[in-house]
């Protein structure tokens, strides 16, 4: 017992001395060398070393290229012994030109020393670089690698699956990830998805259950990811890869492991083998002229606020596209032009959901018009052209027209007549019309009307007279509130961040009452998110802990804000990708740091 105490005391101590004195590696990677001018590469930069704190690669300046950071992942291990840390941080490559490119050096420092990686060439053409040849799989796509033994565990294992291989551009597939599990997990595993390039995704809420396999009863976590593919070819996607630090079910490898037993079990690494898709171009044979690239099954509709109207008064067209497809990257119809209506911009809204694994609802684009002239109006028949994956033909949907009735407005009639008048150069005026014969007597001033007192100066008149004052000024300082609001959307969106973050903390908050793990830290999650999005003006979609940590430390945010954030941030990834046995205690302290960070942040924005 005294060995095994001062072996800990002894591993503690060097983990405390690696961390001043690490020693580090680091390698540069991509998932493609050849790329097309219109698609992107994926650069990931994996720095390991003795430290579990590994510092942050300098990705050099790359004018050629638009570079956008992906997310991370990370792992700490015990090994006889010995602690070491690894992330691999991830990079989207966007080429600005096409050529021949080299990625210079990627350093690392740490304690005045540095590491580098080797230059990096890449290639961009014009046209669609040719993908890797697929690799043959048959059956459920199963890969199971051990990082300390590099052998197949059946007490977990991950698979990787999609519903189709073979599709159109534009059409959805769904891409499914499942981590199966026996083994009792000792920490949160550290989960790295595909970067999905070549794909448009809509990413859906993770799940967790039961199943059977081969007899067996395991846990499941499951993640569905929907794709659209942006372009013809084949495909890849990369292997989702899961870091579990876990105990054994059987004795053969923990039984006499010491080490395994005091921190916590060994640490394995599971990963899917990667999948390749043929895309298939849109036929040209029938293609309609107006077609614009949707993909799916659709109808649509068009309505207006009001069917009576006059001349140059506001009039509300809404044209609808509802069914089942990639809704949100429908884009704005294109109206036709009427001689005698005016047409204004347009505003869309899309309302989206997922049923039965299908991404269906409806998006509408709103036009405001202006009828130029009176009389009988009739908005014709709108059409909308898309293509559909299960018939494979194209299909044009169209409205009904809508009659408007415009009448001649007295403001604008009187403003047309003088105008037309003085156009003319007449200045006559109207003659003069008998309407009336009348005896007006005269009347004489009463005594409200002497000089003094008069009405305008009674205390009485005047105390009523100012009730009015004190709303108009209300008034006009809210219209100025919203004017401002209106003109700086990055001041408005700073304002209802608060309000954001304490929408979410509530769902949170319901969620913990419900223990419900998921959608507690989904919610938790979102709060964090949403808050540092809407206070650095940037959009919350595809918002990584990278970038968010490089823009609030660009406003002056303090190193530990971030590192809180940034470590919130990941408690919810993993119990949402990955989750293990988190009780409501663990949640609620994660309930209130959360909150407490957002309440610090609120202060350091200001």
Request: hydrophobic fraction near 40%; glycine fraction near 6%; charge should be positive.
């Amino acid at each position: 017992m005294k060995n095994k105490i001062l072996t800990i005391l002894y591993i503690l101590f060097s983990s405390c001395v690696l961390a001043h004195a690490a020693n580090l590696s680091i390698e540069a990677a991509l998932d493609r060398t050849v790329i097309g001018r219109n698609e992107q590469a994926v650069l990931q930069v994996r720095v390991s070393g003795d430290t579990v704190s590994i510092p942050e690669p300098k990705i050099p300046a790359l004018s050629n290229f638009t570079v956008t950071g992906s997310g991370r992942s990370q792992s700490i291990s015990v090994v006889n012994g010995s602690m070491s840390g690894s992330v691999t941080f991830n990079y989207i490559l966007t080429p600005n030109s096409v050529g021949n490119f080299t990625i210079p050096p990627i350093v690392v420092e740490d304690n005045g020393k540095t590491w580098q990686t080797q230059p990096i060439v890449i290639q961009v053409t014009a046209g669609s670089a040719p993908s890797a040849s697929p690799q043959q799989s048959t059956g459920r796509q199963r890969r199971i690698q051990n990082a300390q033994q590099g052998t197949p565990n059946k007490e977990m294992f991950v698979e990787a699956l999609v519903d189709k291989k073979n599709c159109y551009v534009n059409e959805q597939l769904t891409y499914t990830f499942r981590f199966y599990y026996r083994a009792r997990l000792t920490a949160n595993p550290g989960f790295q998805k595909p970067s999905f390039s070549g794909f448009w995704t809509e990413e859906l809420k993770p799940t967790s259950g039961q199943t059977t396999v081969d007899g067996n009863t395991y846990a499941v976590s499951e993640l569905k990811v929907l794709l659209f593919p942006t372009k013809p070819g084949l495909i890849t996607i990369d292997p989702a890869v899961i870091q579990v630090q876990a105990m054994s079910l059987t004795t053969d490898p923990f039984s006499d492991d010491f080490f395994a037993n005091v921190f916590g079990g060994r640490t394995a690494t599971l990963k899917t083998l990667p999948i390749t898709i043929r895309v298939e171009p849109l036929p040209m044979e029938g293609k309609p002229a107006d077609f614009n690239g949707a993909v799916g099954d659709y109808s649509v509709s068009a309505t207006v606020d009001k069917r009576r109207t006059t001349v140059n008064d506001a009039v509300t067209l809404s044209f609808t596209v509802s069914g089942e497809g990639n809704i949100k990257t429908i884009p704005e119809p294109v109206l036709p032009d009427w001689q005698d209506i005016k047409k204004y911009e347009t505003t869309a809204n899309a309302d989206y959901s997922v049923t039965s694994g299908s991404a269906r609802g409806s998006k509408v684009f709103k036009s405001v018009l202006s009828p130029l002239s009176p009389g009988k109006k009739i908005i014709p028949a709108l059409s909308f052209a898309f293509f559909n994956p299960k018939t494979k033909k194209y299909r044009t949907a169209s409205t009904a027209p809508i009659p408007l009735d415009v009448a001649q407005g007295n403001t604008t009639t009187a403003t047309m007549q003088s105008t037309s008048t003085l156009a003319q150069g007449s200045f006559a005026l109207p003659a003069i019309t008998l309407v009336n014969r009348d005896i007006r007597f005269l009347k004489t001033l009463s005594k409200w009307h002497n000089g003094a007192n008069t009405l305008i100066l009674n205390k009485i008149y005047l105390c009523f007279a100012a009730i009015p004052l004190p709303f108009g000024i209300v008034a006009l300082g809210y219209y100025l509130w919203q004017r401002k609001l209106r003109g700086d959307v990055a001041f408005a969106r700073s304002i209802s961040a608060s309000g954001v973050a304490k929408k979410y903390l509530k769902s949170a908050a319901a969620e913990l009452k419900k223990n419900d793990p998921q959608l507690f830290y989904c919610a938790l999650s979102r709060s964090v998110t949403e808050y540092a999005a809407h206070k650095l003006n940037v959009s919350p979609d595809g918002a990584t802990i990278a970038s968010l940590s490089q823009l609030m430390a660009e406003r002056h945010i303090s190193d530990d804000m971030i590192t809180s954030m940034a470590k919130i941030l990941e408690e919810c990834d993993m119990a949402r990708f990955a989750p293990t046995q988190t009780t409501r205690e663990m949640m609620q302290a994660s309930y209130t740091q959360t909150a407490q960070l957002i309440g610090k942040l609120d202060r350091a924005f200001k």
